[in-house]
């Protein structure tokens, strides 16, 4: 695809280069370089960066330990261990080696690269930061091994490396960018290394207001979470020793530090031109946690052609034949014959149905209605609202045709109450199976189960209590697969939704039985008689679920918002300077 239009002049010089910067990336499935959807996000934006072929450049950790994989017992036990990966076999080295100082000590980092191609051919960088180098000492050599493990200290220790680290190394490397892009607060500390270079060698101190100005106008920021315990913040502390005390004071006086503490997100707010919130009910709720700035807001997206299973990718190719390459071209979807629509699910469905019998031993019905329910297992998800009243989801599978419900989700080590839900719902399928009613929870939830189970189920379920869904993408992938979902009104399914054409809206309700009321009546007077008694309504909402919301709630458009309104506007329109001014000149 080429540029979006009046963008075509971009090309690979400084003044259109962007710098994309986050902690996580998934790209590619046998490397455990992401945790779940911010990575997958990150993973998705490129490769539409790619297709789109925009001169970018993305940086990130190596991460050569992973994530964990996840191990559950038949009590839903949830153990770990580390997914170790050989990156040297799947990256290319890079030959500059930076020293950047953490804790007052110098440490090596160099840098290795994966080329992710695009479907016009087009390729861009991917710079994975590494630490584990002999002149290092032994501490600081593990620090780009696990995502998200140890510390608050080995947590602050990594951002210094992806921000601060990862500027020194494009710097190495000759790439200059018009547009460092931070997704999520872990890459703020860039800014400083840009102001660094800003000030060519003078102290922080020396900084005016044009230095800052100038930072400023080169950054962009997207926060993906609604509530200020999910900001990574670190203690004064921590901030002196780890980042020095030059960099620490600094901080404290452009207004970085929040309720005694160094706040990530602060530093990317007060040095970004743009900051967005990553769906239109998260930009408001941004915007009230944070009044003294202007944040919009740019919905996500998926990569169509990654989450769209083979049998409805043969389907697309003979009706809307560049549909890889212009993504809303999947809105003629709607004239693809239903008969179509409805065998490549049951190719999907059929392939789910054998994974699952692989993987655990349990024979699913393709003729039964199925759920599906997979992401990370924090307790606002609530992965046991369905479960509210047993008795009546019981006799709703046994009245109304039968259900199949798949679970899957990993906990965070650390997240004891998430780990206490997985155990919840493992006891509670145990007690509630019988022949109408099967459910079964698959461990280690990652890249190729997502799009086995986005692919393969009839409805995609999401109950999260609002309004902590930022936004959410699972039901996107399943969109692209005419998975139509049932879904508390909020992230991105406040946009998606139309009632009985995309998906169903479960009622808001400040009381969770209510809410598990209204899931209750959908799926008894809605959803199971549609499937069981009426199989081309069925077809239909499918087949318009494709058409509406997956020609849409991709990351092509996204990126195209992303370069129209943040990279590289036609005009444009900063924030009231009596807003930046009390952060920028303290």
Not at 273 to 281: E, I, S
Not at 319 to 344: C, F, G, K
Not at 438 to 458: F, H, K, P
Request: overall charge negative; glycine content about 8%.
């Amino acid at each position: 695809m080429s540029l979006p239009i009046g963008f075509s002049s971009l090309n690979n010089t400084e003044s259109s280069r962007i710098a994309y910067f986050s902690m996580e990336i998934a790209v590619a499935p046998d490397m455990p370089t992401y945790s779940g959807g911010l990575g997958v996000l990150a993973g998705d934006t490129l490769r539409s960066a790619a297709d789109m072929g925009l001169p970018l450049a993305a940086v990130t950790l190596a991460h050569r330990k992973g994530y964990f994989q996840q191990h559950l017992d038949e009590n839903g036990l949830q153990t770990e261990e580390a997914q170790p990966w050989n990156l040297e076999e799947k990256l290319s080295p890079e030959e500059p080696v930076v020293t950047i100082t953490i804790e007052g000590r110098q440490v090596a980092l160099r840098a290795w690269r994966y080329d992710l191609r695009g479907v016009t051919g087009h390729s861009i960088p991917i710079y994975f930061l590494d630490t584990d180098l002999e002149q290092n000492d032994p501490r600081d050599r593990v620090l780009t091994d696990q995502l998200y493990g140890g510390d608050g200290d080995y947590r602050l220790r990594q951002e210094v490396i992806l921000g601060i680290g990862g500027i020194r190394i494009l710097d190495a490397l000759g790439y200059k960018a018009a547009v460092y892009h931070m997704n999520e607060g872990h890459a703020a500390l860039l800014t400083v290394a840009l102001l660094e270079d800003q000030l060519n060698g003078a102290p922080l101190s020396s900084a005016a207001k044009d230095d800052l100005a100038a930072v400023r106008e080169h950054c962009v920021f997207t926060t993906h979470t609604p509530v200020p315990a999910g900001h990574d913040r670190f203690s004064l502390e921590q901030a002196h020793r780890i980042l020095g005390e030059e960099r620490a004071v600094f901080l404290e006086q452009k207004g970085c530090m929040h309720d005694g503490l160094l706040n990530m997100t602060y530093i990317a707010l007060c040095f970004s031109r743009f900051v967005n919130g990553v769906a239109m009910q998260h930009g408001k709720v941004s915007r009230a946690m944070f009044p003294d700035y202007d944040i919009s807001a740019i919905t996500n997206g998926v990569h169509a052609a990654t989450w769209t299973a083979a049998s409805f990718q043969s389907v697309f190719d003979r009706h809307m034949p560049r549909w890889r390459q212009d993504n809303v071209t999947l809105r003629y979807a709607i004239d693809i014959p239903e008969e179509e629509i409805e065998s490549a699910h049951t190719a999907a469905k059929q392939l789910l149905i054998d994974a699952v019998a692989q993987r655990t031993g349990v024979a699913l019905r393709p003729d039964i209605f199925t759920i599906g329910f997979a992401r990370r297992a924090a307790t606002y998800k609530r992965a046991d609202l369905l479960f509210t009243d047993p008795e009546r989801l019981v006799r709703c599978a046994h009245e109304r045709g039968g259900l199949q419900i798949i679970y899957s989700g990993k906990a965070h080590p650390a997240d004891e109450p998430g780990k206490a839900k997985i155990r919840h719902v493992i006891e509670l399928a145990k007690q509630l199976n019988s022949d109408s009613l099967r459910i079964v929870y698959l461990e280690n939830y990652e890249w190729t189960l997502g799009a086995l189970l986005t692919g393969g189920v009839d409805v995609w379920l999401n109950t999260p209590k609002r309004p902590y869904e930022a936004s959410g993408t699972s039901g996107m992938k399943a969109a692209l697969n005419g998975v139509p979902s049932l879904s508390i009104l909020d992230g991105w399914w406040i946009e998606g939704w139309i009632e009985g054409v995309t998906g169903w809206a479960i009622e808001d309700n400040d009381d969770e039985a209510g809410e598990a009321g209204s899931l209750y009546d959908h799926l008894e007077q809605s959803l199971l008689p549609l499937y069981y008694g009426q199989p081309q309504q069925w077809r239909r909402i499918m087949r318009s679920t494709i058409a509406l919301n997956g020609s849409f709630f991709n990351t092509q458009r996204m990126l195209e918002q992303y370069v129209v309104n943040a990279y590289f506007p036609e005009q444009r329109v900063d924030r009231p300077v009596e807003k930046l001014e009390p952060a920028l000149t303290r």
